[in-house]
């Protein structure tokens, strides 16, 4: 296990992601500040910090269910650029780009998730 949070690669990636969404979501509405744009952005923070909250935590279990919450706020961000691909306030182009990268994100939390859970069984851990 990583010593740091900052050397899992799903950090690392889920952290680009979120500048990125930063970005792309400066070109919205000025009218979707408090709306689409808080919520994309506030979602794709989320993300990352709940992976360093959960890698700080004392248990896997505690971790396990830090980044079952990132995961709910991965699939967040994927719902609301998918919304905002639809009012065209993202080109289709950067979208898929988005897309891409939640879907390795996704991935990646995934695999972590699985092999925290493959460990507590292998311990006796509750699941």
Do not use: C
């Not at 500040?33 to 279990?61: D, F, H, K, M, W």
């Not at 699939?75 to 990268?101: M, P, W």
Request: charge should be positive; charged fraction near 25%.
């Amino acid at each position: 296990m990583a010593r740091s949070y900052r050397e899992l690669l799903v950090w690392q990636k889920a952290k680009a992601l979120a500048v990125q969404i930063y970005r792309d979501t400066e070109q919205f509405p000025k009218n979707e500040t408090y709306g689409l744009t808080s919520q994309i952005r506030r979602a794709a923070v989320s993300v990352v910090s709940n992976i360093a909250e959960g890698q700080g935590r004392l248990t896997p279990g505690e971790f396990l269910h830090f980044l079952g919450q990132a995961r709910g706020s991965l699939l967040e961000v994927d719902t609301q650029l998918a919304i905002a691909l639809d009012l065209t306030y993202l080109k289709r182009d950067r979208y898929e780009i988005l897309d891409h990268e939640i879907y390795q994100v996704l991935g990646l939390l995934n695999r972590l998730i699985e092999s925290l859970r493959k460990s507590r069984s292998e311990t006796g851990s509750n699941p």
